[in-house]
């Protein structure tokens, strides 16, 4: 898969220095995959969750919370936030994928 908008990611680390290792690591394993939908995902990482066609990854022990979409006819991952899991359990986030009636 190739990654969209690691600078999101490198913005992260900035603030949280500790979580740069994960997300590497994320990143190795994302770049080596080539999923084709959601079930190849959750082979690779059984953590990741689907929200309203989000993938929801936990890195770092359950520490980060990685937003992304994720378009698997175009073979690409497109970053849309990173955050703490404190962060994350605001619901903020949520937001952007609320289904419109």
Not at 22 to 48: C, G, H, M, Y
Not at 69 to 79: A, P, V
Not at 84 to 97: I, L, M, Q, V
């Amino acid at each position: 898969m190739k990654i969209n908008h690691w600078g999101r990611v490198r913005e992260f680390i900035k603030e949280h220095v500790e979580a740069a290792s994960s997300l590497q690591t994320w990143k190795r394993t994302v770049i080596e995959a080539t999923w084709t939908n959601f079930p190849d995902v959750k082979n690779t990482f059984n953590s990741v969750d689907w929200y309203e066609g989000a993938l929801i990854f936990d890195i770092g022990g359950n520490n980060i919370r990685l937003v992304a979409i994720c378009r698997f006819e175009l073979g690409r991952l497109y970053i849309d936030k990173v955050l703490t899991h404190e962060e994350y359990d605001r619901g903020t986030w949520k937001k952007r994928y609320k289904k419109k009636k």
